[in-house]
T-cell receptor
Framework: DQQVKQNSPSLSVQEGRISILNCDYTNSMFDYFLWYKKYPAEGPTFLISISSIKDKNEDGRFTVFLNKSAKHLSLHIVPSQPGDSAVYFCAASEYNAGNMLTFGGGTRLMVKP | DGGITQSPKYLFRKEGQNVTLSCEQNLNHDAMYWYRQDPGQGLRLIYYSQIVNDFQKGDIAEGYSVSREKKESFPLTVTSAQKNPTAFYLC?????????FGPGTRLTVL
């Protein structure tokens, strides 16, 4: 029973267009959400996060939206660039569980020039 | 430069042998974690340590062991009891909600 799911294993987008990566969760106790970016044979790097008290957080080309009632979050990348091609993981954390991270299975984003 | 180092980058092991993966951090973080990533899958938690001399099993601890004698170091031993050890292993440390990852070690069992 996966508590965090990324239902799209891959996504292909044209350079300059918007990339939308989705993530669903089941545990209503999650109170903080993070997105990580991972290149092959490297460790994930932190991208952007959002607290459950917010519904949107923006950082440059990256925006994360949180819909608590639907238990859904999404990462928008605008405009998409070829260097954005990587695997993106969403992760969820629960303060009362010691801030452990539960990861989704990842979405491979390919941005075509 | 603050960060997390993992060594070696690539590791080959014969079946039946134990092997230890190194993880060192100079970020002064109390909490450290070990994850395993298999092709096309997410990160699964093996072991974690919230403080020196204390560690807890994660979701897939069987066949693995750890120690946390120093704040900076959290080595992972893959024992011969681990039935499918070939994978990419990631170490992380945490401050607040955010975890910082090392570059990973790819272990291949021959």
């Amino acid at each position: 029973d996966q508590q965090v799911k990324q239902n799209s294993p891959s996504l292909s987008v044209q350079e300059g267009r918007i990339s939308i990566l989705n993530c669903d969760y089941t545990n209503s106790m999650f109170d903080y959400f993070l997105w990580y970016k991972k290149y092959p044979a490297e460790g994930p790097t932190f991208l952007i996060s959002i607290s459950s008290i917010k519904d949107k957080n923006e950082d440059g080309r990256f925006t994360v939206f949180l819909n608590k009632s639907a238990k859904h979050l999404s990462l928008h990348i605008v405009p998409s660039q070829p260097g954005d091609s990587a695997v993106y993981f969403c992760a969820a954390s629960e303060y009362n569980a010691g801030n452990m991270l539960t990861f989704g299975g990842g979405t491979r984003l390919m941005v075509k020039p | 430069d603050g960060g997390i180092t993992q060594s070696p980058k690539y590791l080959f092991r014969k079946e039946g042998q134990n092997v230890t993966l190194s993880c060192e951090q100079n970020l002064n973080h109390d909490a450290m974690y070990w994850y395993r990533q298999d092709p096309g899958q997410g990160l699964r938690l093996i072991y974690y340590s919230q403080i020196v001399n204390d560690f807890q099993k994660g979701d897939i601890a069987e066949g693995y062991s750890v120690s946390r004698e120093k704040k900076e170091s959290f080595p992972l031993t893959v024992t011969s009891a681990q039935k499918n050890p070939t994978a990419f292993y990631l170490c992380a440390s945490r401050t607040g909600y955010e975890q910082f990852f090392g570059p990973g070690t790819r272990l291949t069992v021959l």
